[in-house]
C-alpha cells in the first residue's frame, strides 16, 4: 500500500508519524465508561497508518468519524440481533441503515459484514447454532440486493475453539471442525466460498497459556522454542500462533476447502490483569508477529502468504465483562486515554513508540483516596471498597496486576479513585461515608498508576452498572411523571 510506504517516509524524514506492516488492522471497541471521541480516534488511526479496522457495531458516531479517512472497516451485527436477521427484510433494513448509507463518495469504505461475533463459544450453549447461517445467508443477499455484494462480503468471526485436532493426535494436521457443530461449520464454509467471502477466526495464544499452567510459555510467542510441536507430516511447530491457523486449514481441506482465504479478526495479548498479562509479554508478542507478518511468512501449510489480521485491541474498555478473566480490559495497544503502552517493531527493525491520541481533554488532576485516621468509621471500609469495585474498574488490583502490590490503605485509595474518576469527580462520589478524601497529589506508585479521567460525552456502555447519575436522572424522570399526574 503506497499510503504506508508514504508515512514510513515521513516518520523517516520528520518523525511525525510510524506506520506498521501494511495492511494491519485492528479491533476498536467501545466498551469504556470514557471511550476516547471517534474523531480523535480516528486521528490517531491515520497517524499510526493503520489502514483497516474492525469495529462491533455499525454506531453511527464511529461511522460519521471514519468516513472519508479511506480507512477499509469491518462492521458487526451483534450476537443479539442475529435472531432478527432470520427475516430476509429485516437484513435489508439493516444493511440500508448501517451499510449502503455510508456508500457515497468520501463515505465509508465497507469490505466486510460480521455476522455475530463467536457464535458458538461453548459458553452460548448453543443459543446461536440455529440462526447464525441464515443470518448469513440473508445479510449476504441483502448485500447483493443493494448492489454491494460483490465488493462488501458478509462473514462470521468464530473462536477458534470451532475446530481441534483429537487429543490422542493434537497436531495441526489432524485438525476438523468441533464433533458438535462440524455439519453445520461444513454448511458455513460452503456459503463463504460460494460468496466469495472469507473465513475469519480469533486466535488467542495468551488464552491457550492462560488456561493451561503446563503451556510452554515460549510456545506462545515467536522466537523458538524448546518445545516444538512435531506433525506427522515432519512439520514442526515453534509457536502455537501456526500451529493454530494450521489446524484451521487443515479442518478446511477435510472438507475440500483447503484453499479458502482466512483472516484473522482478532489476535493480541493484554497488559494486566493476570500474572502472565505483561506489558513486556504484549511487546514480545506482537514486535514477533509484526515481524512475521511484514514478512509474508505465512504459516508451513500456507507459506509465504500475506494474512489480513487485526490485532485486539486499539484501547483498553473499562467497562468489559470480565467473566472470562480480569485481563479482558487491558487488551489495548493503547491505554484508555489514547497513549501508548509500549514501542513496536513497524516491520522495519526497529521499534517505534505508537503515535498517541492527540487534543484529548482530562479532567483536572484531582484523585480521591483513602482519608486514614479520618472521622470514617473502619469497619465499612470493606463494603464501601466493594460499592466502588463493583460500579468501577478494579481488575489492576487482582492478583498478578500492576496494583497488587499495595497496602491495605492503598487497595482501598486505589477503589475510590476508579470509582470518583468514572463519576467524572463529581464531589459527592469521593465520600464513601467520610472514610475518603480528595487530594492533588499522585498517589501513584511506579507499578500502580492511579489514573484520571478523560473528557468523554461517550454513552457510558451498557456493562457498566446504572451508576447514581442515572439513577438520579431516572429518579427525577420518574418524580417528573408522578408530577404531571
Ligand atoms: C442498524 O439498522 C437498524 C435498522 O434496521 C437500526 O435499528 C440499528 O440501530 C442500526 N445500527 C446498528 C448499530 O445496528
Ligand atoms: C449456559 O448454561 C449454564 C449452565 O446451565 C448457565 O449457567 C449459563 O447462564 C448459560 N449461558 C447462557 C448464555 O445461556
Ligand atoms: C435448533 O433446531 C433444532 C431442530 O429444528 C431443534 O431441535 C433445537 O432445539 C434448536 N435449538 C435451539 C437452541 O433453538
Ligand atoms: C467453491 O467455490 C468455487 C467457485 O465458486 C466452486 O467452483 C467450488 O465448487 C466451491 N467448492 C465447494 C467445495 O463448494
Ligand atoms: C488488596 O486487594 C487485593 C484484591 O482485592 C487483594 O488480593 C490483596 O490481598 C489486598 N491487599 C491488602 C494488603 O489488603
Ligand atoms: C498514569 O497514566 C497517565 C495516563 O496515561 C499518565 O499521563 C501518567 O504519567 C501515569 N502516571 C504514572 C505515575 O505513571
Known amino acids: 500500500m503506497s499510503d504506508c510506504r508514504i508515512l514510513l517516509c515521513l516518520v523517516v524524514l520528520v518523525g511525525v508519524c510510524s506506520a506498521w506492516v501494511d495492511g494491519l488492522g485492528v479491533n476498536w471497541g467501545t466498551m469504556a465508561s470514557h471511550p476516547l471521541p471517534p474523531k480523535i480516534v480516528v486521528r490517531m488511526l491515520k497517524a499510526n497508518g ?8 455499525a454506531d453511527a458516531a464511529t461511522m460519521n468519524a471514519l468516513a472519508g479517512s ?10 443479539n440481533m442475529l435472531g432478527y436477521m432470520i427475516d430476509l427484510d429485516t437484513a435489508r433494513q439493516w444493511v440500508k441503515h448501517n451499510v449502503t448509507r455510508y456508500n457515497f463518495q468520501g463515505g465509508v469504505k465497507i469490505k466486510y459484514v460480521a455476522v455475530g461475533n463467536e457464535p458458538f463459544l461453548t459458553t452460548y450453549n448453543g443459543s446461536f447454532l440455529n440462526i447464525t447461517l441464515p443470518a448469513l445467508k440473508n445479510v449476504q443477499a441483502a448485500l447483493d440486493r443493494a448492489g454491494v455484494g460483490d465488493s462488501i462480503k458478509a462473514t462470521v468471526p468464530l473462536n ?5 485436532s483429537p487429543t490422542s493426535n493434537p497436531v495441526p494436521s489432524a485438525g476438523r471442525f468441533r464433533a458438535d457443530i462440524s455439519e453445520l461449520m461444513t454448511q458455513i464454509v460452503s456459503f463463504l466460498n460460494y460468496s466469495g467471502a472469507p473465513f475469519t477466526v480469533n486466535i488467542y495464544p495468551f488464552i491457550s497459556l492462560y488456561e493451561n499452567p503446563n503451556f510452554p510459555v515460549d510456545y506462545a510467542f515467536f522466537d523458538g522454542t524448546s518445545s516444538p510441536v512435531v506433525d506427522s507430516n515432519g512439520i514442526q511447530y515453534d509457536n502455537v500462533f501456526d500451529a493454530n491457523f494450521d489446524t484451521l486449514v487443515s479442518a478446511l481441506t477435510a472438507v475440500e476447502l483447503g484453499s479458502l482465504p482466512i483472516i484473522v479478526g482478532e489476535v493480541g495479548w493484554p497488559t494486566d490483569g493476570d500474572v502472565n498479562a505483561k506489558t513486556a509479554y504484549a511487546q514480545r508478542f506482537y ?19 500475506y494474512v489480513e489480521v487485526y490485532m485486539f485491541s486499539l484501547i483498553d474498555e473499562d467497562a468489559k465483562s470480565i467473566a472470562p478473566g480480569n485481563f479482558e480490559r487491558h487488551w489495548g495497544i493503547f491505554k484508555y486515554d489514547g497513549q501508548p503502552k509500549f514501542a513496536l517493531d513497524s ?19 484531582t484523585w480521591c483516596v483513602f482519608a486514614a485516621g479520618g472521622a470514617g468509621d473502619v469497619s465499612k471500609l ?12 478494579c481488575t489492576a488490583l487482582g492478583y498478578g496486576s500492576s496494583c497488587n502490590g499495595l497496602d491495605a490503605n492503598g487497595n482501598a485509595s486505589f477503589a475510590f479513585n476508579m470509582y470518583f474518576q468514572v463519576q ?5 462520589s469521593c465520600n464513601f461515608q467520610g472514610l475518603a478524601v480528595e487530594t492533588t497529589q499522585d498517589p501513584s506508585t511506579p507499578e500502580c498508576n492511579f489514573t ?11 456493562a457498566v452498572a446504572p451508576s447514581d447519575a442515572m439513577l438520579v436522572i431516572f429518579l427525577w424522570f420518574f418524580t417528573a411523571i408522578v408530577e404531571v399526574f
Open 160 to 164: 477458534a475453539d470451532v475446530y481441534n
Open 452 to 462: 484520571i479521567q478523560i473528557v468523554s460525552n461517550g454513552v457510558a456502555a451498557s
Open 287 to 305: 514486535n514477533g508477529l509484526l515481524r512475521k507478518l511484514s514478512a509474508n511468512k505465512g504459516t508451513p501449510l500456507r507459506p509465504n502468504q
Open 70 to 79: 479511506g480507512i477499509e472497516v469491518m462492521v458487526a451485527i451483534p450476537n
Open 347 to 365: 516491520g522495519q527493525g526497529q521499534e517505534v513508540l505508537p503515535v498517541a491520541a492527540s487534543n484529548v481533554e482530562y479532567l483536572p488532576k
Open 424 to 428: 467524572n469527580q463529581q464531589a459527592p
Open 50 to 57: 493503520i489502514s483497516r479496522v474492525k469495529i462491533f457495531d
Open 382 to 393: 470493606g463494603d464501601n471498597i466493594n460499592y466502588a469495585c463493583s460500579r468501577s474498574d
